[in-house]
T-cell receptor, first 108, second 115 residues
Framework: GEDVEQSLFLSVREGDSSVINCTYT??????LYWYKQEPGAGLQLLTY?????DMKQDQRLTVLLNKKDKHLSLRIADTQTGDSAIYFC????????FGTGTRLLVSP | NAGVTQTPKFRVLKTGQSMTLLCAQD?????MYWYRQDPGMGLRLIHY???????AKGEVPDGYNVSRLKKQNFLLGLESAAPSQTSVYFC??????????????FGEGSRLTVL
């Protein structure tokens, strides 16, 4: 069955890089996504990567995809306090499946 | 541009009571979804709809019913609320269910507590 796993919590200092990891199981996924949820709000699409790519960069965000290991990561460079949120990865194989979410806490 | 709007945002129910959550979207999206979010469990799909007049079961449909009488609205009903249904409920919509980036647009959530 489909299962998307993430670590639950990550704490970094402002200015450091953050790396949030995700493992998925459905190799038929066409797209893999990162959504961001700020406190008291719904999820918003942050970035996505097509499954035939291994890297995508978008300003401070870098997405790395290792299809062989079914591993997805999101790197946030120069992390700011405004980046504090819950980050969800999601795969869209047989159906869209969200991970459990990683709560990122950025301290000054 | 309102996007996806959910009402109510907060509700407290007693066990056995019924209620309906309303989701409205103004983006002319075909697909609409209801998820519940619980600590450590991420988002779980309750029901979804691929168009006006259609509904389908998701991962955790028991205890819930839905209706999509109008394209812009998707209602989630609890006929007899149970404490296990205490959760934050999110509605989402997308232009279609195919892998065309597949971005979902979410509402702000409805926090439901069942005592």
């Amino acid at each position: 069955g489909e299962d998307v796993e993430q670590s639950l919590f990550l704490s970094v200092r402002e200015g450091d890089s953050s790396v949030i990891n995700c493992t998925y199981t459905d190799s038929s996924s066409t797209y893999l996504y990162w959504y961001k949820q700020e406190p008291g709000a719904g999820l918003q699409l942050l970035t996505y990567i097509f499954s035939n790519m291994d890297m995508k960069q978008d300003q401070r965000l870098t997405v790395l995809l290792n299809k062989k290991d079914k591993h997805l990561s999101l790197r946030i460079a120069d992390t700011q306090t405004g980046d504090s949120a819950i980050y969800f990865c999601a795969e869209d194989g047989q159906k869209l499946v969200f991970g459990t979410g990683t709560r990122l806490l950025v301290s000054p | 541009n309102a996007g996806v709007t959910q009402t109510p945002k907060f509700r407290v129910l007693k066990t056995g009571q019924s209620m309906t959550l309303l989701c409205a979207q103004d983006m002319n999206h075909e697909y609409m979804y209801w998820y519940r979010q619980d600590p450590g469990m991420g988002l779980r799909l309750i029901h979804y709809s691929v168009g006006e007049g259609t509904t389908a079961k998701g991962e955790v449909p028991d205890g819930y019913n839905v209706s999509r009488l109008k394209k812009q609205n998707f209602l989630l009903g609890l006929e007899s609320a149970a404490p296990s249904q205490t959760s934050v409920y999110f509605c989402a919509s997308s232009s279609d269910g195919t892998t065309n980036t597949g971005e979902l647009f979410f509402g702000e959530g409805s926090r439901l507590t069942v005592l």
